[in-house]
């Protein structure tokens, strides 16, 4: 059973990630405040339910949801405003902010903890937040050496509160791990994305869904994307020269060495199955039931409508579509011990599906 959360809690900036988490509080019932410098968004959050626009007498606890450069004086303006609250953020990066703290807030800063829940989306603002973006997620928890353990704990448990997964890690070593798994790949996601610029009209027509893979991310707002690489300069500086050794090494292979390119294409199979499954609980074993798909419009979201009122859970989704058949084969994976149930539902509603 999750421990609760101490309310009320006053969310500082609503954009994306405050509204999210202001919508998944509310979801668990916890008393929700939301502040921010754009009060349009104060007003868009609170419309959407993720808590109210009115000042709050007091609070248990502070998120800042901001942008990075700001975070630092956001905390300290937090602590000093509600002097029994634990503060926390948000932010993509940790050390930078925390560091403000500390030279500023004295010994209030052992009130601070920071968190980063590694969920969010390409798009920014109120509108795009979701209550339940933080499910099955990871969210760092970074507190350090002088952190008050009452307010390590209250870290944990928003983080819990809201659906996700807590790793608790150093601030320098959560930048570290950042710079791999989310800087790096928004930066590639970039570059890829860069060189589609003054790309003809054939070439463009041609994108498929590699490209749409690789390059959503690319979508995200450069000021915030700024901020959030300047501040983690030179973990990411690392991490790029190491970059740009293989793309040496693939421009060699492409000349001269076929036998260099492979290596590299084969630590990126490695890379990816190195990629932890969702947060939370221990996966359960997975299982495929195929599903005849006739060539009609609207067949698979009526299979969709179909599964989802079987209560049966797909986890993933595969479609072999020849166009040369008249009905498509659909892997639709679900838990192991729901296949059973799953092939049941479908077969009394006129579907053919098997193991
Ligand atoms: N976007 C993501 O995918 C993502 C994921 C995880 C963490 N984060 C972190 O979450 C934080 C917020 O990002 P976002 O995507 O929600 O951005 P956003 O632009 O959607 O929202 C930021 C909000 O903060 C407000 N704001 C700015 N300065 C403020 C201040 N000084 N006081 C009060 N309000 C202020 C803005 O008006 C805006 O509503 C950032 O620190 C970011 O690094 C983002
Ligand atoms: O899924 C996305 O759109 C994201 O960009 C999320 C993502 C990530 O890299 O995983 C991006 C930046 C954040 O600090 C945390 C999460």
Redesign the pocket.
């Known amino acids: 059973m999750n421990p609760s959360l101490a309310g009320p809690v006053l969310v500082?900036?609503?954009?994306?990630?405050?509204t999210s988490t202001g919508l998944a509080l509310r979801r668990r019932e916890v008393e929700v405040y939301l502040?921010?410098?754009?009060r349009s968004?104060v007003e868009v959050a609170e419309s959407r339910g993720a808590g109210s626009g009115e000042k709050p007498t007091s609070v248990a606890m502070v998120v800042i949801?901001?942008?990075?450069d700001?975070?630092g004086p956001?905390v300290v303006d937090a602590l000093r405003e509600w002097p029994e609250a634990v503060v926390t953020d948000?932010?993509?990066i940790k050390a930078g902010p925390l560091a403000v703290v500390r030279a500023q807030a004295g010994a209030d800063a052992a009130r601070y903890v920071g968190g980063?829940?590694m969920?969010?989306?390409e798009r920014?603002?109120?509108v795009a937040a979701s209550e339940q973006l933080f499910d099955g997620r990871a969210w760092a928890v970074t507190p350090s050496p002088d952190a008050d353990p009452t307010a390590v704990e209250q870290a944990r448990v928003l983080a819990t509160t809201c659906g996700a997964t807590v790793i608790e890690l150093s601030p320098d070593e959560h930048d570290a791990a950042v710079a791999r798994v989310s800087h790096l790949p928004h930066v590639m996601a970039v570059l890829a994305a860069a060189q589609l610029n003054g790309g003809p009209e054939t070439h463009l027509a041609l994108s498929g869904q590699g490209l749409r893979d690789v390059t959503r991310i690319a979508g995200?707002?450069p000021r915030?994307w700024r901020q959030?690489l300047g501040g983690n300069a030179s973990h990411l500086g690392r991490i790029l020269r190491s970059v740009r050794a293989d793309i040496d090494t693939l421009l060699t292979g492409l000349e001269s060495s076929p036998d260099e390119i492979v290596k590299v294409l084969e630590r990126g199979v490695h890379g990816t199955d190195l990629i932890p499954g969702k947060h939370g609980a221990e996966l359960p074993a997975e299982s495929t039931v195929y599903v005849h798909l006739p060539d009609r419009p609207g067949e698979l979201a009526r299979l969709f409508g179909d599964a989802g009122e079987s209560g049966v859970n797909i986890e993933d989704l595969r479609i072999d579509h020849d166009p040369a058949r008249p009905v498509g084969l659909v892997e639709v994976v679900v838990a192991s011990d729901r296949v059973d149930t799953l092939i049941d539902a479908l077969g009394e509603r006129g579907w053919r599906a098997h193991r």
């Not at 500082?12 to 405050?18: D, K």
């Not at 949801?65 to 990075?68: C, D, E, I, L, N």
């Open positions: 500082v900036g609503c954009g994306l990630m405050g502040d921010d410098l754009r968004h949801a901001v942008p990075p700001h975070v956001a948000l932010s993509s980063h829940p969920a969010g989306s920014s603002g109120p995200g707002d915030l959030i």
